[in-house]
């Protein structure tokens, strides 16, 4: 996957977590905000397929009734 260079600003205080926690880590301060960054979006996008599910199960009744019993859910 092809590399962009985002440029960020943040406080001397978060910078400076941000290179103790990647070194703690052994990686490097790219690749500690490039996880965060992914697990991030990753925890937003399960919560959001947790969310539909939920949806579903609640209005299943009304989509049924709706659209008939062809269109039941497996």
Do not use: C, P, W
């Not at 960020?8 to 990686?27: F, I, K, Q, Y």
């Amino acid at each position: 996957m092809a590399k962009t260079q985002l440029n960020v600003r943040v406080d001397e205080g978060t910078a400076r977590a941000a290179r103790e926690r990647a070194l703690a880590r052994g990686v490097s301060v790219n690749r500690y905000i490039e996880e965060l960054v992914m697990k991030d979006t990753g925890e937003a996008g399960q919560a959001f397929v947790e969310a539909a599910a939920d949806f579903m199960k609640q209005y299943e009744s009304v989509f049924a009734e709706e659209f008939g019993k062809d269109h039941e859910t497996r």
